[in-house]
């Protein structure tokens, strides 16, 4: 059986060379003998490696004439679209364009979940407001405080009650995590952040669907202006 670790490698350097324009949309990849030639490894692991991209919708195979590369727009992996927006219109320009995505996405469920949350469900959102704070005061618990941003955000989204929004943000979590990781290592970000999060809970006691998504807008608004000030123009070390 191909391991697990030299499958994703072998995905991961042929996704690279897709992105980097090596095998453009409609592009025809290598084939197996070639890529295990490349790569040093086994025929099955590249198999293995292609389905993982076929699955993903990032190639297609078609019967007798090879595999070739899809429009990215037909990728099903955000993780994979994400690194191409990057190298296509800047990594700048794709944070951004996700922090858009997300402003749509969490002002609309914090409005819903500001009508069916319960009381549970703020108690979770105080808890994970006070780990934020607590690993932000340590100064050294980057890892701790992602964990609390992103379970606050997932309260919110549990609480909207609509199973269609959670399906639709579930995709995002792992890159939110690594997005989450690289600003939050900026005190002023995470003071930040803890100072909206405040706010949207606040919001949400209210149960007012306006105030809610009004706060949400306010954290969505403060994290590009961080994301300008403290990231994307900050100056070498």
Known sequence: MARKSLVGEVADDLL???VGGEFPPG?????ELDLSAQHEVSRMTVRE???????????????GRGTFVNPVEQWNSLDAVLRAASAAVGN??????????RRMLETGACALAAQRITPGDLERLRVC????????????????????DLAFHDVILEASGNVFLTAVFQPLHRVLAARRAETSKVPEIQAHAIAMHERVLA?????????AREAMDEHMTQTLDDLA???QHRAPV
Do not use: N, Y
């Open 203 to 211: 919001a949400l006691e209210t149960r007012d669907p306006r105030l």
């Open 49 to 63: 490696a292609m389905k993982t991209l076929e699955a993903q919708r990032i190639l297609s195979v078609q019967r």
């Open 92 to 101: 700048d320009v794709a944070a951004v364009q996700l922090i858009e995505l």
């Open 129 to 148: 407001l006070g780990e934020m704070q607590a690993a932000h005061d340590e100064r050294g618990g980057l890892d701790e405080f992602v964990a609390a």
């Open 16 to 18: 690279d060379r897709i």
């Open 229 to 231: 000030t403290f990231v």
């Open 27 to 31: 592009a025809l990849v290598p084939g």
